[in-house]
């Protein structure tokens, strides 16, 4: 018996698949899942900003930043990339990342 994904499954599989491609190294599958995200779905940063972090060319990177930061400008990953690859803010002015939040 077949077995048929929805569109959102679908959509979320190519995300999810491309996310772990692009954090394994195979930047090539990871472009080609993520680039199949992008046009499946306009209304998610998410594979836009994987796509920045697996590009190598600064134009690219800041085409895919600006993607990101259209659809979600609250997005303070998105933001904060692009802030440092324009140049308007510097690394060292950043301050360390937070992985988690415990509560106290």
């Not at 954090?23 to 998410?46: C, F, P, Q, V, W």
């Not at 697996?54 to 997005?75: F, H, M, Q, S, Y």
């Not at 440092?84 to 990342?97: S, V």
């Amino acid at each position: 018996m077949a077995s048929f994904d929805s569109p959102q499954n679908e959509y979320d599989n190519y995300v999810r698949d491309g996310i772990n491609a692009a954090k394994n190294g195979s930047n090539r599958l990871a472009r080609r899942l993520l680039e199949s995200a992008t046009r499946m779905r306009a209304g998610d940063a998410r594979p836009w900003l994987w796509l920045a972090k697996i590009t190598a060319d600064p134009d690219e990177k800041r085409d895919c930043l600006e993607e990101a930061v259209a659809i979600e400008p609250g997005n303070a990953a998105a933001r904060r990339e692009l802030a440092l690859l324009t140049g308007k803010i510097q690394p060292e002015d950043l301050l360390p990342q937070v992985e988690s939040v415990q509560a106290f």
